[in-house]
């Protein structure tokens, strides 16, 4: 049974930093892709950032948090993170972690992912 146990997430003020964390287990589960998605109160969810796990470990990140997020892993801890700063008010969501042991043709698709955390709640005040 695969898992994905996400932390890191909290209260911050706008400007501020956090750093979530997300570990993929499983017995014989190894990832080929990690991602992170947000759902903020409603509004759809939207891709955030995406990591490639095996091999040129290229990362993708959203328009609307490049230069601010960055994605970066450890694959030895089948780990992925997402390091979060000059957060702003609209970040305000539910961060979902998301996984997949397969090759993926559109990394922002959430439905390409089969594996997913239970969320973790950011909340930047303004």
């Known amino acids: 049974q695969v898992q994905l146990v996400e932390s890191g997430g909290g209260l911050v003020q706008a400007g501020g930093s956090l750093r979530l964390s997300c570990t993929a287990s499983g017995r014989t589960f190894k990832t080929v892709y990690m991602g992170w998605f947000r759902q903020a109160p409603g509004k759809e969810r939207e891709f955030v950032a995406a990591?490639?796990?095996?091999?040129?470990?290229?990362?993708y990140h959203a328009d609307s948090v490049k230069g601010r997020f960055t994605i970066s892993g450890d694959n030895a801890k089948n780990t992925v993170y997402l390091q979060m700063n000059s957060l702003q008010s609209e970040d305000t969501a539910v961060y979902y972690c998301?996984?997949?042991?397969?090759?993926?043709?559109?990394?922002?698709?959430?439905?390409?992912?089969?594996?997913w955390g239970q969320g973790t709640q950011v909340t930047v005040s303004s």
């Open positions: 990591l490639r796990t095996i091999g040129d470990t290229t990362t």
């Open positions: 998301a996984a997949q042991d397969k090759r993926i043709y559109e990394t922002d698709y959430d439905r390409e992912y089969d594996y």
